[in-house]
């Protein structure tokens, strides 16, 4: 089983709807929850960290994570071109020195349909 | 404030030969991480270092290998290329470690022909 595991995609969405974007986990014990954005060609972006389980808003994005169920996730309200994009679900668990260890998910391409 | 500069941009190499990439942090920050990426795999972790000292440690063959100075920038080094090592490698810091925001530079695309 992946550390980090996310659908591919591509994922589709009109213009003006949600897009939800979805990361489940291997390690129960994992602590820090991050999505990134990526465009073609740029290095990733943070977009949003959560760390207690529930939900967190930061204008159109909230990210959503669920412990028990080793889930988190993104909603993009009113979607816009501009977030045409990859996103990437990174996570932490204790590495093998003993300290957080991040490990990014192979990331779900969106693409938002004008 | 300054974000994560990392040097070269861009960069083509022979088989064989080896290579050197550099990464100055933001300042302040303590912790840099290096990943590589390439389309079949994706963000690769390969080493973490945090006060001059390696903290995490990818899947990665001894060829590459990394050291961060009393500055906090870092180097990694890449020896004995192979054709798959082509990839963008990214540098990211952050203030304490990985288990708080990582900031990426904007990367060095590598390619071994």
């Known amino acids: 089983q992946k550390e980090v595991e996310q659908n591919s995609g591509p994922l589709s969405v009109p213009e003006g709807a949600i897009a939800s974007l979805n990361c489940t986990y291997s390690d129960r014990g994992s602590q820090s929850f991050f999505w990134y954005r990526q465009y073609s060609g740029k290095s990733p972006e943070l977009i949003m960290s959560i760390y207690s389980n529930g939900d967190k808003e930061d204008g159109r994005f909230t990210a959503q994570l669920n412990k028990a169920s080793q889930y988190v996730s993104l909603l993009i309200r009113d979607s816009q071109p501009s977030d045409s994009a990859t996103y990437l679900c990174?996570?932490?668990?204790?590495?093998?020195?003993?300290?957080?260890?991040?490990?990014f998910g192979t990331g779900t391409r969106l693409t938002i349909i004008p | 404030k300054a974000g994560v500069t990392q040097t070269p941009r861009y960069l083509i190499k022979t088989r064989g030969q080896q290579v050197t990439l550099s990464c100055s942090p933001i300042?302040?920050?303590?912790?840099v991480s290096w990943y590589q990426q390439t389309p079949g795999q994706g963000l690769q972790f390969l080493f973490e270092?945090?006060?001059?000292?390696?903290?995490n440690k990818g899947n990665f063959p001894g060829r590459f290998s990394g050291r961060q100075f009393s500055n906090s920038r870092s180097e990694m080094n890449v020896s004995t290329l192979e054709l798959g090592d082509s990839a963008l490698y990214l540098c990211a810091s952050s203030p304490r470690g990985q288990g708080n925001t990582i900031y990426f530079g904007e990367g060095s695309w590598l390619t071994v022909v």
């Open positions: 270092y945090f006060s001059e000292t390696q903290r």
């Open positions: 300042s302040g920050h303590r912790s």
């Open positions: 990174a996570v932490t668990r204790v590495g093998d020195f003993g300290n957080e260890k991040l490990t």
